[in-house]
């Protein structure tokens, strides 16, 4: 029987974890040796250490077949009913990327789509399959965040390059009760297309039509105005806390882990500091990663060592702009 409140369909649950890095790794001092930065400087202002990056030859699709492969084996599972990629950084402009991703793990026929929300894609994927979940359109989702910034960065630009490294993370969504551990929502969810020119790539879109002349080079590049974001990606994610926490009953004392979209670690202090949080339950793996944008919230996940039980609390902030959040109790999961 049933427990799905009324109104409300099943229940969407986390039920495996996987993540992908590749292997290659850059470091704060290679990029000084390129750039005109330093470690001390990326350190302080961003708190990262070092980034991942993709070979030139490799995509998207192969960091979120890899980590995929691991969620679907965490879970214990070998086929899914949809699958959805959140990614800014798809293998072509068309066609989408999960098509493919889903034939390369084997299952081919189902519903794949992407899913666009940049840094927010992930909560956004896990918005999407809990919908076709509670619709009845599939009784499991693998949800795949995947982006390889380092394909759409400017080589010349200090700040981006010093920001953004390439990942992959996933989780399969099953249906189940509302009232077990790895329930995910409510979902908070929001955007505001007015500042959209303030994290963008000028050509490839519609916008910049194809004429058969390539756009200037720059234009194809990722570009975002650091302070803005920075100050939006603040405000945004502590807004939408509030309201997430407000729709689950919980209060900010109820959060016993804290995921937040891993873009700056002042960005995350801030979070902190507004929410009146304890630093110690906020999940940080930035050091090591970078942002990985998509990838960014299921990479934490993995590596904040959250306990069966606990109380999670995950929120996003991206271009569009977008933003997202949802909590869930963290399930008793087997590695991917
Ligand atoms: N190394 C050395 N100096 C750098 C640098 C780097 N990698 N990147 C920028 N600088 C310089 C700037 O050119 C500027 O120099 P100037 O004063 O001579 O013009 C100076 O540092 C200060 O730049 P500013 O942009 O004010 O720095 P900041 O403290 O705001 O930090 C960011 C810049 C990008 C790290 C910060 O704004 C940020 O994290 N923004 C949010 C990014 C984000 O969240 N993006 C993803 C959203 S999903």
Redesign the pocket.
């Known amino acids: 029987m049933s427990t799905s409140p009324p109104g409300q369909g099943p229940a969407a649950v986390l039920a495996g974890l996987g993540t992908w890095l590749p292997p290659k790794v850059v470091s704060n001092h290679e990029l000084a040796r390129e750039l005109?930065?330093?470690d001390e400087?990326?350190r302080t202002?961003?708190g990262i250490g070092q980034r991942h990056v993709i070979e030139p030859g490799s995509a998207t699709s192969w960091l979120a077949v890899e980590a995929g492969r691991r969620a679907l084996k965490s879970a214990q599972c070998d086929e899914a009913g949809a699958v959805v990629v959140a990614t800014s950084t798809p293998d072509r402009p068309c066609p989408a990327t999960a098509p493919e991703v889903a034939s390369r793990l084997g299952l081919s026929g189902i519903p794949a789509f992407d899913v666009g929300a940049?840094?927010a894609g992930f909560v956004y994927g896990l918005a999407t399959g809990a919908g076709l979940i509670s619709a009845g359109i599939a009784d499991n989702v693998l949800v795949i965040g995947a982006d390889a910034f380092s394909t759409i960065l400017n080589p010349g630009d200090?700040?981006t390059r010093?920001?953004f490294g390439d990942g992959a993370g996933a989780v399969v969504l099953r249906r189940g009760e509302h009232d077990e551990p790895g329930a995910l929502g409510p979902f908070d969810l929001g955007s505001d297309g007015e500042l959209s020119d303030l994290?963008m790539i000028p050509a490839g879109g519609s916008r910049q039509r194809a004429t058969g002349t390539p756009a200037s080079p720059a234009d194809h590049y990722f570009t975002?105005s650091?302070?803005p974001?920075?100050m939006q990606?603040v405000l945004r994610m502590t807004e939408s806390v509030h309201r997430v926490l407000g729709q689950a009953g919980w209060t900010v004392d109820d959060i016993d882990r804290f995921v937040g979209?891993q873009?700056?670690s002042r960005?995350l202090t801030a979070l902190a500091e507004r929410l009146e949080l304890p630093e110690n339950r906020i999940v940080s793996n930035i050091e090591r990663v970078g942002?990985t944008a998509a990838a960014s919230i299921p990479l934490a996940l993995a590596d904040g060592g959250l306990r069966p039980g606990e109380r999670v609390l995950l929120t996003s902030?991206?271009?569009g702009l977008a933003w997202g959040s949802t909590v869930l109790r963290w399930p008793d999961l087997i590695p991917g």
């Open positions: 005109d930065t330093s400087w990326i202002r961003t940049v840094c200090r700040t010093a920001i994290i975002m650091g302070k974001v920075f990606a979209h873009a700056n960005i942002n902030f991206g271009g």
